[in-house]
């Protein structure tokens, strides 16, 4: 038999675990990620020579950071390691690279995605000021840059990355004038038994959200019509409780209501997708060990479903022994059933976390006429609206041929949840019954100069 | 469940040909079922390049051509929206004096169709579109040309159809379609039975996969055009452009994204398998970049590609059957057929509805493929 080409995408917490298993058996998995350096979301390393402690940058992660960073590093000379990648393309067993500035294509014959997440976008009335962020773009600026986002922050939205954040940045000394929580606390307590899967999560949250308090930090909780003013830039921010306008000057807002697992690869690696209940989101089919629905390719950590980062962790060891296994070596039965046990675990938490902290379901029903929803394409929501009621359209890609939604820079990425919402409820129809946006190439924009470059040099050769 | 429907006209394909035929069948007031295996439009019609061109195509194209160039102007008034359908002219650029003489040789052919071509020099071309390369010899304009948007022409040919009384049945794939000597009887998944006095076949690239059930044997491939869009750029280029031999083609759009496309993808014969093909991207990328340089700087969002019906000859199948009477064809348009298709579907009513048609479409015939073999 050859010998196998294994490609991981991400170096996150799935895809670091995941190679690390692999090359203990002596085989040398290639490791691609867009990053500068390993780590993924969660433990994302700020540039070479800056100086902050991983306490400073973890807060209570920081031994699981350690730890990862320091697999990584024992790593580097097992594997083949290319940062600054970004692949952008998977055609049958083949991935398109963009590496550093550079076309190349890079066959495989396994394929691991570990390519995480990103926030879940709602818009709101101001939503596109400059000083409005997503949660996650603002803990990257935090993590990488050691900067916050402004003077008098606003954090709004829904999910654990609300109260996480608002918190990192607290203990980083930035000033938060209020934390805006769209769920409710009835909804919280409701979803008590399943958060107690996790107790130490769960107390770690607990633990966020009393730190905030006790440090006079207002946070709000089912808060609704969030809506964000001001000329050239954010000044205010005005949200209703129990009926109730309330109004507070600030300077930046971050917002983000959960996390979209990233499966674009997955689509176009031709995985089946079934519509995830859980995560309100269209996800690639994959068996407990993390085998998508195509020979050869694997799913690990978010990308695959939000499930976080201990989760990520394990899924990426075990879709690792299913890679394993699927090349004919013996692993270890005790220790896949030992990841199972621990992935069901946490997966029952995460139902609990979905419960406590929904998307709010008004959202589509209130969303004015006049919101842009595809920032790329300058698309309102009443444009859609139009064309569902106009031409009758009740499907995904109807909908983007018909208003460019989902088609422009971000391909969907961003602006794709808000309009399948918009469909749905205008249709009538569920969020199952709209169906998904079809992925095509290039899943990030692509430089035409780059393509001209290879194109030049294969004619000269 | 099954359903059985009558109707003077069953229409096999809810592309721009099936579409745009309902539409024309209504106006003459005659009863359209219309069976599309997914939605109307979103095949070849939907996502082709959507250059709106006559310069260029064979002679005995162009007053099927004319035909349709007449029904792009009437749109809005047709379908309730122009589609974004610009006259930009379509500029022909010639890359040598060899492939400048072929463009004055095609002036002449074309002589008396109407087409206004106009041939331009090397400086007379660097004057009038500054943002043009170095290394070309001299170019072709067909003013009246130009480009539409292929997203929503299809769609509200459809909408306009339906609005008119026509029967589209999407998610519904024809199985078999016979014909008993009276009337044809189509079969569809999920238990649908169309009876029709005439019957179209508008299937795209499975058209001949149709005509085969009625004894015609047509040698039709599947072709995938490449396609990509970069992001809105600066307002730059007016005219849709080609060049000789057709390597590449753009065409910049309202908004401003630069739409091209060069070579071919890959896929099969079904339904949304088709892929692009990076190589493909890449070389016309070059090309691209040769004759209009400031498109070095862009970026490109998104490629794909569609399934189109070609034949040897790289002309449509259009007219009747030659084994059955009531049978029309169109289908087969090798790459060619978004501009046609208004046309398309007025030639087809004519046929159903006085036999005839005024428009020549001999050239079309699927009895050229059983008299060569
Ligand atoms: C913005 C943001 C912030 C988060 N912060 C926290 C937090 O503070 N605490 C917490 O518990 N959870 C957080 N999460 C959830 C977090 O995603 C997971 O807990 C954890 O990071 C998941 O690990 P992973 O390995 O699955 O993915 P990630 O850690 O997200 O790693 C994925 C990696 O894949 C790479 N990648 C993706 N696509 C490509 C591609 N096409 N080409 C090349 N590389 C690619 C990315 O660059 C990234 O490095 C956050 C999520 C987001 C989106
Ligand atoms: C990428 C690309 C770029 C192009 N660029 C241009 C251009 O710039 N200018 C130009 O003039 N032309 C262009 N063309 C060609 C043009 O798009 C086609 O000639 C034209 O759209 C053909 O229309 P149609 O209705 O025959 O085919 P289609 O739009 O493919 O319609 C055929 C329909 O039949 C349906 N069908 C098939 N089998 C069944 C069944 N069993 N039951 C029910 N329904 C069935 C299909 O689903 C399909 O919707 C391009 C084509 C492609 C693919």
């Known amino acids: ?461 | 469940m099954s359903e059985r429907l009558t109707a003077d006209v069953a229409i096999i394909g809810g592309g721009l040909m099936g579409c745009s035929a309902a539409l024309a069948l209504r106006r003459m007031n005659l009863s359209v079922v219309l069976l599309e295996q997914g939605w109307c439009g979103a095949q070849a019609s939907g996502v082709n390049y959507g250059g709106v061109r006559r310069q260029g195509r064979p002679v005995v194209q162009l007053p099927l051509s004319q035909r349709a160039y007449a029904i792009w102007q009437r749109l809005p008034q047709l379908i309730g929206s122009d589609c974004e359908y610009a006259i930009s002219g379509h500029l022909k650029l010639a890359r040598n004096e060899a492939e400048l003489a072929s463009l004055e040789d095609y002036r002449g052919q074309a002589d008396g169709f109407g087409l206004q071509l106009e041939i331009l020099g090397r400086e007379a071309l660097r004057q009038r579109y500054p943002w043009l390369g170095e290394n070309i010899a001299g170019g072709s304009l067909c003013p009246g040309d130009g480009h539409a948007n292929p997203r929503l022409v299809a769609a509200a040919f459809a909408l306009a159809a339906r609005n008119h009384g026509a029967d589209l049945r999407e998610g519904t794939t024809v199985e078999s379609a016979v014909f008993d000597g009276r009337q044809f009887t189509v079969c569809a998944a999920g238990g649908l039975e169309v009876k029709a006095k005439f019957l179209l076949n508008c299937a795209g690239a499975w058209g001949a996969k149709f005509a085969e059930q009625f004894g015609e044997q047509v040698p039709e491939y599947p072709i995938f055009p490449n396609m990509w869009v970069t992001e809105p750029m600066p307002k730059l280029v007016e005219p849709n452009v080609g060049i000789v031999g057709g390597g590449f083609y753009v065409r910049q759009v309202a908004r401003g994204n630069f739409v091209l496309g060069g070579g071919r993808g890959t896929g099969q014969l079904a339904i949304a398998s088709t892929r692009p093909d990076s190589a493909a991207m890449f070389a016309s990328m070059r090309m691209a970049c040769e004759f209009i340089p400031a498109l070095r700087n862009a970026l490109v969002i998104r490629s794909w590609t569609g399934v189109e019906g070609a034949l040897p000859d790289h002309q449509p199948v259009l007219g009747p059957s030659v084994t059955t009477p009531g049978l029309f064809h169109a289908f087969g348009f090798s790459g060619g057929g978004f501009q046609l298709a208004p046309a398309v579907g007025e030639v087809l009513a004519d046929l159903v509805a006085h036999g005839a048609t005024a428009t020549p479409i001999e050239a079309f015939s699927i009895g050229r493929f059983n008299a060569a073999s």
Request: aromatic letters at 6%.
């Open chain 1, 1 to 461: 038999m050859n010998e196998p080409r294994i490609v991981i995408v991400g170096a996150g917490p799935a895809g670091v675990r995941a190679a690390e298993v692999l090359a203990a058996v002596g085989l040398r998995p290639v490791l691609v990620d867009e990053n500068q350096r390993a780590g993924g979301q969660i433990y994302r390393q700020p540039p070479a020579g800056f100086v902050r402690s991983a306490k400073q940058l973890y807060g209570f992660e920081s031994a699981k950071a350690d730890a990862l960073h320091h697999t990584f590093s024992q790593l580097l000379s097992h594997i083949d390691y290319r940062p600054e990648t970004l692949v952008w393309n998977c055609d049958g067993r083949q991935l398109d690279l963009l590496d550093r500035g550079q076309q190349r294509s890079l066959p495989y014959s396994h394929l691991m995605l570990c390519t995480g997440a990103i926030d879940r976008v709602l818009p709101f009335p101001g939503w596109l000021l400059p000083g409005v962020y997503t949660l996650g773009a603002a803990q990257v600026a935090l993590k990488a840059q050691g900067c916050v986002i402004g003077s008098r922050i606003v954090m709004v939205g829904s999910g654990p990355l609300l109260y996480l954040l608002a918190y990192q940045y607290a203990k980083a000394g930035a000033s938060i004038a209020a934390v805006l929580d769209t769920s409710s606390f009835s909804g919280k307590l409701q979803a008590t038994a399943d958060l107690l899967k996790q107790p130490l999560t769960l107390a770690k949250g607990l633990y966020f959200l009393a730190w905030l308090r006790c440090h006079g930090v207002k946070v709000v909780e089912g808060v609704d019509k969030i809506a964000v003013s001001g000329e050239q830039k954010v000044k205010t921010i005005s949200w209703h409780k129990n009926g109730r306008e309330q109004t507070l000057e600030c300077d930046a807002v971050a917002s983000g209501f959960g996390l979209r697992s990233e499966t674009q690869l997955a689509d176009l690696a031709g995985c089946v997708f079934e519509f995830n209940q859980l995560n309100q989101q269209w996800l690639p089919q994959r068996d407990l060990a993390g085998r998508s629905s195509v020979k050869g390719v694997y799913l690990a950590g978010d990308g695959g479903g939000i499930a976080g980062a201990d989760a990520a962790e394990l899924a990426g060891k075990r879709a690792a022994l299913a890679l394993l296994e699927d090349l004919g070596k013996t692993i270890d039965p005790r220790e896949g059933r030992r990841l199972d046990r621990a992935l069901q675990r946490i997966q029952g938490f995460r139902r609990g976390l979905e419960r406590a902290f929904p998307a709010p379901v008004a959202w589509a029903r209130e969303c004015a006429d006049e919101e842009i929803i595809c920032r790329c394409e300058e698309i309102t929501a009443g444009e859609l609206r139009r064309v569902v009621n106009h031409a009758g359209t009740v499907e995904m890609n109807r909908l983007k041929a018909l208003t460019r939604v989902g088609m422009g820079r971000c391909q969907g990425r961003v602006c794709s949840a808000a309009a399948a919402e918009i469909l749905a409820c205008s249709a009538g129809k569920s969020l199952t019954e709209i169906g998904r946006l079809r992925g095509q190439p290039p899943i990030k924009p692509f430089p035409v100069v780059v393509g001209v470059a290879l194109s030049s040099a294969r004619e000269t050769s």
